[in-house]
C-alpha cells in the first residue's frame, strides 16, 4: 500500500507519509524547549528537507502555517499525531521472542511513542508462560485468543523467513491489519493489509554501495 487517502480522497505519496514522523519528532522536541511557533524553512532544514517539500507535505493536511510567521509547534503536532493514528494508545504484539524479539520487548521508545507492546509469542516450551517484567510470552497457537483479549492492532514478526509467512496468514486470519516484518521475506498480504519489510542486511548493502561513492 504505497499512498494513503486523506478524508477528501485525495492520494498521498509514501515519501510524504514517511516523512510526516519525522516532522513530529522535531515538532515534539520543539514543544519540550517551550517553542510555540516555527517558521517552515527551520522545521524543513530540522527534519532535511526544504521549505516547498515541507509545505506541500503538510498541505495533504490541511491548512495550518500563516504566512511570514510559521507553524503553531503544537497545533500542527496534534493534527499530525491525529492524521497517523498516534493520537491514542496501540497495542503490539511481537511473534517470536528470540534475541531481535526480546531486545524489542525490551526497548522503551515505543511506550514513548504511543506503542505498547503487550504480549509475545513463542513456539519454544521453554519461552512459553515467561514473563518480562509485566509482559507474558504466550504459546503462538493462542494467537486468535489473546489478540482478541488484548485489542491488539498491531504484530511485529520476528521469526525465521520458513515461518513468516504461515504466522502472517494466522495473524490477517485473527483480523490484523498492520504488519512490521523482520524476517528476510516479503510476505503476500491482502490489498487490505499493511505489511512493512525490514530488513537490515539489505540496508546495508544500500550503505556500502553509498559508501563506495565516496571513495
Do not use: W
Not at 485525495?10 to 517558521?39: C, F, M, W
Not at 493534527?79 to 517470536?96: D, R, Y
Not at 487490505?192 to 537490515?200: E, G, K, N, P, R
Request: charged fraction near 25%; include cysteine; aromatic fraction near 6%.
Amino acid at each position: 500500500m504505497d499512498k494513503k487517502k486523506t478524508s477528501k480522497g485525495k492520494k498521498i505519496p509514501k515519501a510524504t507519509i514517511i516523512r510526516l514522523p519525522v516532522y513530529l519528532h522535531y515538532l515534539t522536541e520543539l514543544a519540550q524547549k517551550g517553542i510555540s511557533v516555527v517558521p517552515s524553512h527551520d522545521l524543513a532544514e530540522l527534519a532535511g528537507g526544504n521549505g516547498p517539500q515541507l509545505r506541500k507535505d503538510l498541505s495533504y493536511l490541511g491548512e495550518f502555517g500563516t504566512r511570514g510567521v510559521g507553524y503553531n509547534v503544537g497545533r500542527l503536532a496534534h493534527h499530525i499525531s491525529k492524521f497517523m493514528g498516534l493520537n491514542k494508545e496501540q497495542s503490539v504484539a511481537i511473534i517470536g521472542v528470540g534475541k531481535l524479539g526480546m531486545a524489542l520487548i525490551n526497548y522503551k521508545g515505543f511506550a514513548e511513542k504511543g506503542f505498547k507492546i503487550c504480549a509475545g509469542f513463542d513456539n519454544n516450551s521453554q519461552m512459553i508462560g515467561k514473563k518480562v517484567d509485566d509482559l507474558v510470552i504466550y504459546d503462538v497457537r493462542d494467537l486468535g485468543k489473546i489478540i482478541k483479549e488484548k485489542d491488539i492492532e498491531i504484530c511485529i514478526i520476528t521469526v525465521p523467513a520458513s515461518e513468516a509467512q504461515s504466522i502472517a496468514d494466522k495473524l490477517i486470519s485473527c483480523g490484523i491489519k498492520a504488519i512490521l516484518n523482520f524476517a528476510p521475506i516479503f510476505l503476500k498480504v491482502p490489498d487490505d493489509v499493511v505489511a512493512c519489510q525490514i530488513d537490515l542486511s539489505i540496508e546495508l548493502q544500500i550503505l556500502s554501495f553509498y559508501r563506495t561513492l565516496l571513495k
